[in-house]
């Protein structure tokens, strides 16, 4: 059995019936609840808010992750805290005091990620990564679910997965975006140890546990490598 941790995002979730695909998810082994938070700004879609995690908080003992894409982050920190939620994933882009936000939600007692889009390279997070408990390479554009997994994004989980090996061997790396059964295990051969999943757990037409047991089928035998090709190994120069 891998060691690899299933994060379902509820974002692809039937919300009639949220509380309960919820728990479906926790029995079928979820490690912790993803939640897409969306401003219309930050990407061109609108999710969910504070108030859902207040719900979600009273069904499930399960570590919430608050998946923030929004323009100002620091603004909603605390309300998203109150009403529940474990951790907090930022953005890199466009966020001027990157520093300053993981600090906040540190100081909150809550756990802190940094998420980068496809177009936005590894080295981003050099000056962070020590500060952070997870980083969040996105496989597709935030803002909506069931979209295609970029595939440019593998050799990128590789360099993130090097950088921290050097700086920060605790943090996790977290891949989030058209993770399915053919994408979970090149992101796990390419160095993730936590998949992000909505529609292949959630939009699919099998029961919740059923979907990812099957995802959790398609890592049988998945180890991680230790030099993908994209990846020439540690940099002795730094
Ligand atoms: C995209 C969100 C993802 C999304 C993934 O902006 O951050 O968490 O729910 O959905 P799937 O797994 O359907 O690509
Ligand atoms: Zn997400």
Redesign the pocket.
Known sequence: MSIVKLAP????ADFARLGQQVVDAAKGGADRI?V?V?DGHF?P?LSMGAVVVESLRQITHLPLEI?L?ISDPDFFLEEFAAAGSDSFLVHWEGNNNLHRTVQRIRALGRRAGV?INPATSATVLEEIVQDVDQV?V??????????Q?VRTTLPKIGRVRELIERRQPACEVEV?????TTTAPLVVRAGATVL????????DRRAVGTAMNALRMALNNTERDTEPAEWSGPQRSQ
């Not at 496989?139 to 979209?147: A, I, L, S, Y």
């Not at 989030?176 to 399915?180: E, P, R």
């Open positions: 995002s509820i974002l692809a993803h897409d969306m990407v879609n998946h894409m998420a969040l996105m496989t597709v554009n935030p803002g909506f679910g069931h979209q997994f989030d975006g058209g993770i399915d992000v999943a909505g529609s292949a757990i959630f939009g």
